[in-house]
């Protein structure tokens, strides 16, 4: 089914009650583009992230309007012809411009490239010295003695394309002997796990707040030929879940966390809870501005930091407890 894009160009201050109205004309399928809101984001001290795309950048000059998704049947024509009259409807009797100018611009988008298209740009590469990450859709003829993680990261965090993944997967390479049980917190495709399993861990428990990733990061583990007895998965935040950080338990060899700043402080005093004795608990998605911040809350729980990896301002830090 091939989809209709509609862009309505508005004001900031008419953004609810403009989809307001989209959603009693049964669109359901719609996105905001507003930099009003994009300002508040980035004032949000609340928000647990360390860093903002360029591209995301991009959108506090964007030019606020709705983005509509309509199929290409007779139910899509009805709904775009509702749309539009309403629209005129309004545009005639607003005679302070509270809505802006209602302009209206449409374009085609097929099924196919909506889901797709982003997958031309994911081929497979090489990660530390004995991994090479191939996204399930392609294939590797030749390997070169390399162990082949496949992966299919959906809508979850890892590819292995970022310098935080792949900074704590080459940490993972150099500190798994063989036998190790990890726990993976944030978990997202499940990548971190699944190259743990391919380098020698005996069995992983992963953990991640959102169920979406749970679900991506089990389906990507048994792609992978691992099934239900190399991993348990639990959805739900360690942080303020006592009955999860129980069942999740204790007595790991290595515990990574792949996550943001903030999260990580957070998770501090949890740590040394899931690991042995000298264990290795390995943390990235840490900004080199954040770096300190971090430093004083592993100090602050009696955490050992045993070196720190860095790559264009990205941050991996191995420790022991």
């Known amino acids: 089914m091939d989809f209709k894009k509609i862009n309505v160009y508005t004001n900031s201050e008419a953004v609810y009650p403009l989809t307001s109205l989209v959603s009693e004309l049964g669109i359901t399928g719609f996105e905001i583009h507003d930099s009003a809101d994009f300002e508040d ?37 009805e709904m775009f012809s509702a749309l539009k009259g309403a629209l005129s409807e309004i545009k005639a009797k607003d005679t302070d411009n509270f809505y802006g100018s209602l302009e209206i611009e449409t374009d085609n988008v097929s099924e196919e490239d909506w889901a797709n298209n982003w997958k031309q740009y994911y081929k497979p590469f090489n990660v530390g010295e004995k991994l090479i990450i191939k996204p399930t859709w392609e294939e590797v003829k030749d390997s070169g003695g390399r162990k082949i993680l496949e992966i299919d990261p959906a809508s979850s965090f890892g590819t292995g394309q970022h310098h935080t993944t792949r900074l704590v997967m080459e940490l993972l390479e150099q500190q798994i002997k063989g036998g190790e049980r990890l726990l993976d917190l944030g978990c997202g495709s499940g990548i971190l796990s699944i190259a743990a399993l391919l380098l ?47 069942r999740i338990g204790t007595g790991y060899d290595i515990i990574t966390a792949n996550i943001v700043a903030d999260v990580i402080i957070a998770m501090s005093p949890l740590f040394c809870g899931f690991l042995k004795k000298n264990g290795t608990l390995i943390i990235s998605g840490i900004i080199t501005q954040r770096l300190d911040e971090v430093k004083a809350a592993l100090a602050e729980n009696n955490i050992e930091i045993i070196s720190i990896t860095e790559k264009e301002d990205w941050n991996a830090i191995l420790c022991r407890v």
């Not at 980035?42 to 903002?52: A, F, I, P, T």
């Not at 992963?206 to 992978?224: C, G, K, R, W």
């Open 200 to 246: 020698g861990a005996k069995s992983v428990t992963l953990t991640d707040v959102f169920q979406n990733a749970v679900n991506t990061a089990s389906e990507n583990i048994e792609q992978n030929g691992f099934d239900k007895t190399k991993y348990t998965a639990y959805c739900g935040n360690i942080i303020d879940d006592k009955s999860l950080r129980e």
């Open 41 to 77: 984001f980035l004032e949000n001290k609340d928000m647990n992230w360390d860093y903002v795309d360029d591209s995301l950048m991009n959108l506090k000059n964007v030019k606020t309007h709705i983005t509509l998704y309509l199929q290409q049947n007779e139910q899509g024509a």
